[in-house]
């Protein structure tokens, strides 16, 4: 079961990467996010901040309004989230109170992570739900992503991102 387990987090992740790569091709920070329940895809999306102009539409945000809109609840115990990035505060929050079943998340965020990097404990029982994290999973790819997209922009604006 454990080696399943790892097996079907590669493959949740290898579609979150697909979504972080669509943010990329339009410009957005590529972070991708998919929500499944009981091993069936329920959402799957990446930030659209530029896009939508919306300081709110990151992967998390939009999958998780997704998969509670699917699901007819606001809360979503059964759900596992899978995040190319460690998500940031605002995320973390929207996970605590949708009361996720699981987080799982490819590489930390130096920047901005809310979960170990930045703010710590705020998945681990400080509140009235502890969500279950998961880290690692294609920790090498979900941080290439990353780091290819910000090399590019630094190469066409000559300038730090």
Same mark, same amino acid.
């Given at each position: 079961? *454990?080696? +399943?387990?790892?097996?079907?987090? #590669?493959?949740?992740?290898l579609l979150a990467i697909e979504e972080a $790569?669509?943010?990329?091709?339009?410009? $957005?920070? @590529?972070? &991708?996010?998919? %929500?499944?329940?009981?091993? #069936?895809?329920?959402?799957?999306?990446?930030?659209?901040? =530029? +896009?939508?102009?919306?300081?709110?539409?990151?992967? $998390?945000?939009?999958?998780?309004?997704? %998969? !509670?809109?699917?699901?007819?609840?606001?809360?979503? @115990? !059964?759900?596992?989230?899978?995040?190319?990035? #460690? @998500?940031?505060?605002?995320?973390?929050?929207?996970?605590?109170?949708?009361?996720? !079943?699981?987080? =799982?998340?490819g590489a930390r965020d130096a920047k901005a992570?809310? =979960?170990?990097?930045?703010? +710590? &404990?705020?998945? %681990?029982?400080?509140?009235?739900? %502890? =969500?279950?994290?998961?880290?690692? *999973?294609?920790? #090498?790819?979900?941080?290439?992503? *990353? /780091? $290819?997209?910000?090399? /590019? /922009? /630094?190469? +066409?604006?000559?300038? @730090?991102?």
């Amino acid at each position: 079961m *454990i080696g +399943q387990r790892k097996t079907d987090d #590669e493959k949740w992740m290898l579609l979150a990467i697909e979504e972080a $790569e669509a943010a990329a091709s339009h410009g $957005e920070v @590529p972070i &991708g996010a998919v %929500a499944v329940l009981d091993g #069936e895809l329920i959402a799957r999306n990446h930030n659209r901040s =530029v +896009q939508d102009n919306d300081p709110t539409a990151h992967a $998390e945000m939009l999958v998780l309004r997704e %998969a !509670g809109r699917l699901l007819g609840n606001y809360r979503l @115990p !059964g759900i596992d989230l899978y995040v190319t990035i #460690e @998500p940031c505060l605002m995320c973390t929050g929207a996970i605590i109170w949708a009361r996720i !079943g699981r987080l =799982v998340f490819g590489a930390r965020d130096a920047k901005a992570g809310a =979960v170990f990097s930045k703010s +710590q &404990g705020n998945l %681990a029982g400080v509140f009235n739900h %502890a =969500v279950p994290v998961v880290e690692g *999973i294609l920790e #090498e790819r979900c941080r290439e992503v *990353i /780091r $290819e997209f910000f090399a /590019r /922009r /630094r190469t +066409q604006t000559g300038m @730090p991102t």
